[in-house]
């Protein structure tokens, strides 16, 4: 066999390959991975790989599928497969396969494996390099299918018997939720966030500030703060799926109340352009 792909038990060309639409991988990138070479069919430094994807998963509230010895020994039976033994050995867990939902329930993780021939060089050659900054954790204002963060946050709001989690930076800067955005009313004016790389600009947002404009409802878009949040004469959030909806606990704590009649004005005109642009 030339390469190899293995999916919880099933084994193949890694073309041939194929996984339910429904592991959650596909939807939120929703795994840990680890790999490394081999050669000689020897795989290096298995152990601390495994060691670290075990640590990996365990942060995550991810089922391992099978122990670290039952890894180990599959791994070093799969590489016996190919026909060479100068590898690269790639191996991920997913949380598990469930019908797409950021929160979710404990299941067994799915097991993927790729092998495919690579020979390590004699690192005698020199690289060239550029420099890049690191970003890597400033781009939320992309609708990436990489959301761990945001299902971890998902599922601690479930956890508490809540439906979402406002999440916030060091210093109190509230940025959006799990998987919506969250505004205030103060002064009988709407404050957003701004749509900078910290947060995702949501459409149902848009059709918010349009809403409250066409209202006569100033808008500010600009960064406020937990105590702010707690402090609101209304807290919304909206999201494609939901709309707008209006809080009344945040961490237990009494919230909003204070604009019913605004409060109001706003659903209402959310929900009435929602029924004329659906209308068949």
């Given at each position: 066999?030339?390469?190899?792909?293995?999916?919880?038990g099933?084994?193949?060309?890694?073309?041939?390959?194929?996984?339910?639409?429904?592991?959650?991988?596909?939807?939120f990138?929703?795994?840990?991975?680890?790999?490394?070479?081999?050669?000689?069919?020897?795989?290096?430094?298995?152990?601390?790989?495994?060691?670290?994807?075990?640590?990996?998963?365990?942060?995550?509230?991810?089922?391992?599928?099978?122990?670290?010895?039952?890894?180990?020994?599959?791994?070093?039976?799969?590489?016996?497969?190919?026909?060479?033994g100068?590898?690269?050995?790639?191996?991920?867990?997913?949380?598990?396969t469930?019908?797409?939902?950021?929160?979710?329930?404990?299941?067994?993780?799915?097991?993927?494996?790729?092998?495919?021939?690579?020979?390590?060089?004699?690192?005698?050659?020199?690289?060239q390099?550029?420099?890049?900054?690191?970003?890597?954790?400033?781009?939320?204002?992309?609708?990436?299918?990489?959301?761990?963060?945001?299902?971890?946050a998902?599922?601690?709001?479930?956890l508490?018997?809540c439906?979402?989690?406002?999440?916030?930076?060091?210093?109190?800067?509230?940025?959006?939720?799990?998987?919506?955005?969250?505004?205030?009313?103060q002064?009988?004016?709407?404050?957003?966030a701004?749509?900078?790389?910290?947060i995702?600009?949501?459409?149902?947002?848009a059709?918010?500030?349009?809403?409250?404009?066409?209202?006569?409802?100033?808008?500010?878009?600009?960064?406020?703060?937990?105590?702010?949040?707690?402090?609101?004469?209304?807290?919304?959030?909206?999201?494609?799926?939901?709309?707008?909806?209006?809080?009344?606990?945040?961490?237990?704590?009494?919230?909003?109340?204070?604009q019913?009649?605004?409060?109001?004005?706003?659903?209402?005109?959310?929900?009435?352009?929602?029924?004329?642009?659906?209308q068949?």
């Amino acid at each position: 066999m030339q390469d190899l792909g293995y999916y919880n038990g099933k084994i193949g060309p890694i073309e041939e390959m194929s996984i339910p639409m429904n592991d959650r991988v596909c939807w939120f990138g929703d795994g840990v991975y680890d790999a490394g070479p081999c050669r000689n069919y020897r795989i290096f430094a298995l152990d601390e790989h495994i060691d670290r994807l075990f640590r990996s998963a365990a942060m995550l509230d991810i089922r391992m599928p099978l122990s670290k010895e039952a890894l180990r020994e599959l791994l070093n039976d799969l590489v016996r497969k190919l026909d060479t033994g100068e590898l690269f050995v790639y191996y991920q867990v997913t949380r598990g396969t469930a019908m797409r939902s950021h929160d979710y329930e404990p299941m067994p993780g799915n097991l993927w494996v790729m092998i495919r021939p690579a020979v390590q060089s004699g690192f005698d050659k020199p690289i060239q390099l550029i420099t890049a900054e690191d970003t890597r954790y400033f781009h939320c204002n992309i609708k990436t299918l990489n959301l761990i963060p945001n299902i971890m946050a998902s599922q601690k709001a479930k956890l508490a018997g809540c439906q979402e989690a406002v999440l916030y930076r060091p210093g109190g800067r509230v940025t959006e939720c799990s998987h919506s955005n969250v505004h205030i009313l103060q002064g009988g004016e709407l404050y957003t966030a701004p749509t900078d790389e910290l947060i995702l600009p949501g459409i149902t947002r848009a059709h918010l500030l349009r809403a409250c404009r066409d209202l006569g409802i100033p808008v500010h878009e600009e960064p406020f703060r937990l105590e702010e949040l707690f402090a609101a004469e209304e807290v919304l959030v909206t999201s494609s799926s939901k709309l707008v909806c209006f809080a009344d606990r945040i961490d237990g704590r009494p919230v909003g109340g204070r604009q019913e009649k605004l409060k109001d004005r706003i659903r209402q005109a959310m929900l009435e352009e929602y029924l004329s642009a659906t209308q068949p």
